[in-house]
């Protein structure tokens, strides 16, 4: 009888053991592992972050680049919904900025030059005349687990020097990366400078709801809270106007397949040879966290939505992608993905009438922005 007990009370210390490990199992958590070196020989990591519900996000320290997602569709299967490339050499030598942090100024600064407290500053022009998205994407930034109960966390620091691409002032930046387990990959920025300068971040993901390389984006809906738009001239540059939606392509207020009037005969899209083009966020410039676009693929059921602190985002949809080979063999054609680049609008430095990418020395910038995914 005491023998039948003792097994009794041992095969359910042993139960507890195995359930208690399981649940362990399905505990977020980050692991690190190396992503090679570059070219002159800076070690690079990959930290992979996974919450509870198994949704994995892996980020590298080179460039703060985002280089795979793993989210459930409707039925609960996981597929990477980000372009990317396997190595540590496809960012290197990319050029379309795939996962990125962008900055020092993301976007385009019109014929690469900007006058602020008097001193006119000249960039490189590296998008015609124009001067696009700068240089912290191929950067080797310092990481740093932050981890706390609210989900795994990495944490980015870069300083990016005073005349580092001739912009003014010691930047010091600092990009958090946190997956929490209401399946959000929530993305903080800030930084500080010790002269007057000009900043905008933003995150370059490709998104396929689909799943990367999985065909294009054409039938996958958009709706962005933006009642406005900024038109562009023909080298990307907004006008400076801020144009009602309303009656054209640009109307995203309601979900709208990507497809449905992107190859339209209008002026605006012509320029953009697609969407590539900035809204102007409803939320405006209040900084407080706020919708600003869902995205949602009918097939999958997969919905994005982008939550900021940002007055605008460019909505992209990968009308430069020319067939570069990406993750697992995939070929990125033309409109494989959209990217929904939560920002402030292009060219602010010479628009005095938008909202001012200016930092103050000594002031700090934040910024804040959430990737949420669920299934309907
Ligand atoms: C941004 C720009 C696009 C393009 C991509 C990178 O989204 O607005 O025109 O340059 O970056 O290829």
Redesign the pocket.
Known sequence: MKLRAATIVILILFTLTIFGGLRAEAKSKMQKQSFGKTEDGQPVDLYILTNKNGVEAAITNYGGTVVSLKVPDRSGKLDDVVLGYDKLEGYADG???IGATVGRYA??IAHATFTLDGTTYTLAKN?GDNH??GGFNKRVWSANDVSTSVGPAIELTYLSKDGEENFPGNLAVKVVYTLTDQNELRIDYSATTDKDTVINLTN?AYFNLAGQGNGDILQQQIMIRADRFTPIDAT?IPTGELRSVKGTPFDFTSATAIGARIDQDDPQLKLGRGY?HNWVLNSGTTGSLALAAEAYDPHSGRVLEVLTTEPGI?L?TGN?LDGIRGKDGKLYNRRYAF?L?TQHFPDSPNKPNFPSAVLKAGRQFQSTTVYKFSTR
């Open positions: 050029k379309a900025y976007n385009r998008d696009l998205h370059h990307s590539d460019q992209y430069f990217c680049e």
